[in-house]
């Protein structure tokens, strides 16, 4: 999505400069943006972060949007794992809850700026990977990484969607 806008926002500045544009980041022909736009798992790694963000920003909406203008300005301009620490410290979700999607926006942001990045060759990726709940003591390698990424995908929407509706259905009783 990020190389999208990228790769628009050239497009569009060389049709009115007739140059390559100023816009960090530059480094996408018509072919690599083609073919990021098809990886699959590139996709499914940015897409999920932005649905678990959507889901955290929904429940802090259900909760204090309504009761409160300052929030409701807040919540606008809160960074994603700012969402994830007000979530928790409002009894929305647990810890273990917050350190995976911190640990989830943390590997998307890995994944939305290099192409296939390895585990071996980033550290931080590494270590966020070994984060999440849902790797225990497994032994984190190339192959499984990113099932251990998307297990945590799953088990972060299931919870919060869970909460969603318990706060739907407090909302309606009351």
């Known amino acids: 999505m990020a190389a999208k806008a990228v790769y628009h926002r050239g497009t569009y500045a060389e049709l009115l400069n007739k140059r390559k544009p100023k816009v960090k980041g530059w480094l996408l022909t018509r072919e690599e943006y083609a073919k990021a736009a098809d990886d699959s798992v590139r996709t499914q790694v940015i897409v999920s972060d932005e649905l678990l963000n959507d889901l955290v920003k929904c429940l802090l909406e259900l909760k204090y949007v309504g009761r409160c ?10 960074h ?4 994830a620490r007000l979530a928790y410290l409002a009894g929305l979700i647990d810890k273990a809850t917050m350190q995976d999607l911190h640990c989830i926006h943390n590997i998307r942001n890995c994944w939305a700026h290099i192409k296939r990045p390895k585990l071996a060759d980033d550290s931080k990726l590494k270590k966020n990977v070994k984060k999440l709940s849902t790797v225990g003591k497994k032994k984190v390698t190339e192959r499984n990484y990113m099932v251990s990424c998307l297990d945590a995908v799953t088990k972060c929407s299931g919870i ?4 969603l509706e318990e706060f739907e259905e407090e909302q309606k009783i009351s």
Do not use: I
């Open 69 to 78: 203008t300052v929030l409701r300005e807040l919540l606008k301009h809160l």
């Open 80 to 83: 994603e794992n700012d969402m």
């Open 160 to 163: 919060l969607l869970t909460t």
